[in-house]
């Protein structure tokens, strides 16, 4: 069965520090991934999503990135954090080679920046 | 580009009332998901619609895509406590991105 991981589940950084967030899936290959941040209270914001290794499209331009150095491997980064970079981070896969398919959410990465 | 308006924003019901919640789109869809939050958790796909007309029904949950394929709807007859959460749909455009509705927070009133 496929599961995907997500860490830290929780993190608090200060304004201007780096970032991190890694999401791996397991049990299968050539997933489609993808990154969404959630404000309190609000709805799901597409950043970016990958159909393979190294292709990542951005949706929104902003002081984020996203790379995907293996097949099941997609990692959130930034370089300096701002106050409305806040939120909750989550990464979601579906079967590859196709638009019609599910998606499958990890359980989220909660960021606060100060 | 494409934009998703989902109502209402919120829905207090008492349990045993019904609840409905409107997805519209401004562009014409490929397909459309839907997907429930509970509270403090992730979204968890419920259906996905395809076809122009669709209804699909999961127990007490009616899922219907419009004619024109703009927009959709989910009702659910009878709520109960367990249907406590925020109510997503996710249209595509027939990409591989699907971009989220506002959605509904509902709340149940025991």
């Known amino acids: 069965s496929q599961t995907i991981h997500q860490w830290p589940a929780t993190l608090v950084q200060p304004v201007g520090s780096p970032l991190s967030l890694e999401c791996t899936v397991e049990g299968t290959s050539n997933p489609n991934l993808y990154w969404y941040r959630q404000a309190a209270g609000r709805g799901l914001q597409l950043l970016f999503y990958?159909?393979?290794?190294?292709?990542i499209s951005s949706e929104v331009p902003q002081n984020l990135s996203a790379s995907r150095p293996q097949d099941r491997q997609f990692i959130l980064s930034s370089k300096k954090l701002l106050l409305s970079d806040s939120g909750f981070y989550l990464c979601?896969?579906?079967?590859?080679?196709?638009?019609?398919?599910?998606?499958?959410f990890g359980p989220g990465t909660r960021l606060t920046v100060l | 580009g494409q934009q998703v308006m989902q109502i209402p924003q919120y829905q207090h019901v008492q349990e045993g009332e019904d609840f409905t919640t409107y997805c519209n789109s401004s562009t014409t869809l490929s397909n459309i998901q839907w997907y429930k939050q509970r509270p403090g958790g992730h979204p968890v796909f419920l259906i996905q619609?395809?076809?122009?007309?669709e209804v699909k029904k999961q127990k007490r949950l009616t899922f219907q895509f419009g004619e024109a394929k703009k927009n959709s709807s989910l009702h659910i007859t009878a709520t109960q406590t367990t249907d406590v959460g925020t109510y997503f749909c996710?249209?595509?455009?027939?990409?591989?991105?699907?971009?989220f509705g506002t959605g509904t927070r509902l709340k149940v009133l025991a």
């Open positions: 996710a249209p595509s455009s027939g990409t591989y991105k699907y971009i």
């Open positions: 619609l395809v076809k122009s007309g």
């Open positions: 990958s159909v393979g290794i190294g292709q």
């Open positions: 979601a896969w579906s079967v590859g080679g196709g638009f019609y398919n599910e998606q499958f």
